[in-house]
């Protein structure tokens, strides 16, 4: 394994070489195939060299798509081809992080140092989409005419055929019921085959994922579900009915301050049908906190426990300045930071795609754009860190705090 690890192929090799015969080339493509051979018989290593560390030829030999070489190649395609490839690359980085933020929370005791570094990997994730999405841009350059000039090589491929990003969707989470078919016949792994139907890289990566567990979604949900709730756990006997008075407790407080909000807005109403649709919106926010807070979604086995893990969720957020919760608080808002980057990548994805082909069927055979915007607004993992946000209430109005000694709160601190 070691020796062979960054060797070119064969084909990069024989590119190198140049000549049927494999006859060396005179000029620089012959220098240019040395370095390798030169650190391997130094002994590797020993005086590395940026071409040879960063694998700078092997790269630069790789944007010609079905070609030989790109060299009869349009610049928009090899821009097409290179976007992809390095897009490909920062997934590759947002697999890593996101497989080591889910291993921290896989713990069943997770350090505060942990949770450090999993926030720090969480804001990484969310740049590199970020990066991704700034390269839709680039792509926008290309006229609609340069791209038809080469669009039929790629089809039926498409990025629909992204294994890697498909196991950002499925380590992050994403249930296969939520999928949306892609309007054909073949689902999204048996996108990932050969046309024959036999395995390929691809649908070897993403199988190999879907046995990869928990995901993130899971992991960060047991972490949630042990958090202290008003200084209790679940292990402790009264447990059910401290989250239970805190809830109550905390819809009461809600009330109140939508009591305040409906009368700040009717007055303002400007007839009486309006005043009556604000204060039906109104009624409608409480009656879903209720409903939500007590987990009336979920299967009635399983209500208890989705109930505690939004109780705390709510309490993270309400009590965030409390040493013990500050840095869980940075974890949930650094995951939605993740996810919303995510989703502005799938929405700035489909905005360049009906700029650059308008809404014909994709080369995957999808419904192209609207395809893509129902993506961007159904793949959601993280919805309930969104939903407690339409929860939350000023700080002078939450239920008091207890056990404040919990938390590593000191009489006098904070305030
Ligand atoms: C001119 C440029 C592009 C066009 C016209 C285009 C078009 C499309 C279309 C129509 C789809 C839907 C599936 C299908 O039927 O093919 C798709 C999916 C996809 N594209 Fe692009 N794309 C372009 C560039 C890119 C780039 C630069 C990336 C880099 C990340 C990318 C990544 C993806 C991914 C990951 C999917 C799958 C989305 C999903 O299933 O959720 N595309 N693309």
């Given amino acids: 394994m070691q020796a062979s690890r960054g060797a070119p192929s064969k084909r990069t090799r024989a ?26 018989a130094m002994g590797g290593g020993k005086s590395t060299v940026y071409w040879d560390y960063i694998k700078i030829e092997e790269i630069l030999a790789l944007q010609a798509g079905i070609a030989e070489s790109d060299a009869g190649l349009s610049n928009d395609e090899v821009m097409f081809i290179t976007v992809h490839q390095i897009d490909e ?34 804001r990484r994730t969310a740049l590199l989409f970020e990066m991704v999405t700034g390269h839709f841009a680039l792509m926008e350059t290309m006229t609609t005419r340069d791209y038809l000039g080469f669009r039929d090589k790629l089809s039926p491929a498409s990025g629909f055929q992204s294994a890697q990003l498909r196991e950002i969707e499925i380590l992050l989470g994403l249930k296969i019921e939520q999928r949306l078919p892609l309007g054909h016949d073949h689902d999204y792994l048996r996108a990932l085959r050969y046309p024959d139907g036999s395995e390929s890289p691809a649908s070897r990566r993403v199988e190999a994922r879907l046995h990869d567990s928990p995901t993130l979604h899971e992991a960060i949900g047991e972490w949630l579900y042990r958090t202290p709730i008003q200084g209790s756990t679940p292990e402790q006997r009264c447990d059910e009915e401290v989250v239970e008075r805190f809830l109550e407790r905390y819809l009461t407080a ?26 039906q919106r109104y009624r409608q926010e409480q009656i879903n906190a209720r409903a939500f807070l007590m987990a009336e979604d979920a299967e009635p086995a399983q209500r208890r426990r989705w109930s505690r893990i ?106």
């Avoid at 370095?35 to 391997?40: F, L, T, Y």
């Avoid at 690359?89 to 570094?117: G, M, P, Y």
């Avoid at 809600?254 to 204060?279: F, M, N, S």
């Avoid at 795609?353 to 754009?369: F, K, L, M, N």
């Fill in 15 to 40: 590119r190198f070489r140049g000549g049927v015969c494999g006859r060396p080339r005179a000029g620089p493509l012959r220098a240019a195939a040395r370095p390798w051979q030169r650190a391997r």
């Fill in 89 to 122: 690359l920062w997934f590759k980085l947002a697999i890593r992080e996101l497989a080591h933020v889910r291993d921290l929370f896989a713990h069943e005791k997770v350090r505060e140092q942990s949770l450090a570094n999993a926030v720090r990997g969480i």
């Fill in 254 to 279: 809600q009330a109140g301050e939508l009591a305040e909000a409906t009368k700040l807005a009717t007055a303002a109403a400007p007839g009486e049908a309006d005043r009556q649709r604000l204060e």
């Fill in 310 to 415: 939004r109780a705390a969720l709510l309490f993270i957020e309400s009590y965030r300045e409390l040493p013990l919760l500050a840095w869980p608080r940075e974890v949930l808002d650094g995951i939605v930071e993740l996810e919303q980057a995510f989703v502005i990548f799938r929405q700035r994805h489909a905005r360049m795609v009906e700029r650059v082909v308008g809404r014909r069927t994709g080369t995957g055979g999808s419904a192209g754009v609207d395809y893509l915007d129902q993506t961007a607004l159904r793949y959601r993992v993280f919805r309930d860190l969104w939903a407690v946000r339409t929860l939350l209430i000023q700080r002078s109005a939450l239920p008091p705090l207890e056990r404040p000694e919990v938390y590593g709160f000191v009489a006098g601190e904070g305030e």
